[in-house]
């Protein structure tokens, strides 16, 4: 008695009877499909926000299109103000916007004093968190906190101007430095009540280089060793989303200590460059360039940021690295799909042919059950 064997066709391809799948083209391009969604992971998640904590909603706020700028002398002790940039009149500005009573207003950094007075004072943790406070473990620091202090000015930075997002492309790097002042100060940030603390800058190292997402409003702790006057060059660096590079420098002073002088910190030169020297204290800087700023002196390093930083905080040839890595990934992946296929499909014929022979109709004997004589025979009568 014949057993026969049928073939069944479905979405995973030929199977036989007895349960055995022959081929199952479909499996052969789940693993490629996963690869290709991993390289394209690794590319899209290389830009980062660095510095950016969690969303906090005592940050809120909006910034309108035409606040006031002021290019008044001022002097700021208390009350919330962000530095950040600005697009005014075709021309890239750095500012402080001070939330005045009477709205937010914009003031020129260089003729601005930011008071840090004694009631900033606090002493410095002894704690591993803080390696960069080791030097001054258990004393005085004058500390603009990352949380508002209602006695001590609050600064933060934002990049909410509405023509800033929507002419920058993705974000902008704010590169922090160089510092003078006749202590050492830091910049630093913590992500929620026991984060650990992220060193943004350091007035001992080179310029620290933060990324800021457009549309973003940030706070972080600022902290000096010692009272008296200080200057911090700050830039921001970006790229719009027709390809230029633009930047807006500008010094920020300080009076730190109720006995500062908020004349000499008006007075004082913005710090001068240090040589470049390699990488800087942190970053996560974006493709930026140094168009001349619109206020203060012009970022000496901004050039060099365009060639040595690529977003997400990595340098230009480290990110064409990755991009070359994942094309050559993609084109093995694709080259190995096409195999795949075509081993599939050859299987799958083997499969019907071999499914078809076992249908196929058995020959009969030649001759059996039938009047034909074979080949050769002659009837002659019964003659031998």
């Not at 290389?46 to 309108?64: H, K």
């Not at 075709?90 to 930011?114: C, F, I, K, M, Y």
């Not at 195999?339 to 050859?346: H, I, K, P, T």
Request: proline share 7%; hydrophobic share 45%.
């Amino acid at each position: 008695m014949k057993s026969f064997s049928s073939r069944q066709t479905s979405g995973r391809g030929v199977v036989r009877q007895d349960g055995r799948r022959l081929c199952a083209p479909g499996a052969a391009l789940r693993w490629p499909i996963a690869a290709l969604l991993c390289a394209f992971a690794v590319i899209a998640g290389a830009p980062s926000s660095f510095a950016d904590p969690s969303p906090d909603p005592d940050l809120a706020q909006s910034v309108a299109a035409h606040e006031e700028w002021s290019n008044e002398a001022s002097e700021i002790s208390v009350g919330h103000v962000d530095l950040g940039p600005r697009l005014i009149d075709g021309q890239w500005r750095a500012g402080l916007r001070h939330d005045a009573e009477s709205g937010a207003v914009w003031r020129d950094p260089n003729q601005t004093v930011l008071r840090v007075n004694d009631a900033a004072i606090m002493t410095a943790p002894n704690s591993a968190d803080y390696p960069f406070l080791a030097d001054v473990v258990g004393k005085p620091v004058y500390v603009v906190p990352q949380t508002q202090n209602p006695s001590v000015v609050w600064l933060g930075w934002n990049t909410q101007d509405p023509a800033v997002t929507a002419t920058i492309d993705r974000g902008l790097t704010m590169r922090v430095g160089p510092v003078s002042g006749p202590g050492r100060a830091w910049l630093f940030l913590q992500s929620g009540t026991f984060g650990k603390p992220l060193l943004l800058a350091d007035s001992g190292a080179a310029p620290g280089d933060v990324w800021i997402d457009s549309g973003t409003h940030v706070h972080a702790n600022w902290a000096f060793s010692a009272p008296g006057t200080y200057t911090a060059t700050v830039t921001f660096l970006g790229t719009t989303t027709a390809g230029e590079a633009v930047s807006a420098s500008t010094t920020l002073r300080f009076a730190v200590g109720d006995a500062a002088s908020a004349s000499e910190a008006l007075a004082m030169a913005a710090p001068a460059a240090a040589p470049a020297d390699g990488a800087s204290a942190s970053s996560s800087a974006s493709s930026s360039g140094a168009a001349p700023a619109a206020s203060g002196a012009a970022d000496p390093a901004g050039s060099s940021s365009a060639d040595g930083a690529a977003s997400g905080g990595l340098p230009d040839w480290a990110f064409l690295a990755i991009i070359a890595v994942a094309a050559a990934s993609l084109l093995v992946i694709g080259a190995l799909v096409v195999a795949r296929l075509r081993r599939s499909r050859a299987e799958q014929a083997a499969a019907i042919a071999e499914a078809d022979s076992i249908l196929a109709p058995l020959p009969t004997a030649q001759g059996e059950g039938s009047g034909e004589r074979g080949p050769g025979l002659d009837d002659r009568g019964g003659e031998q």
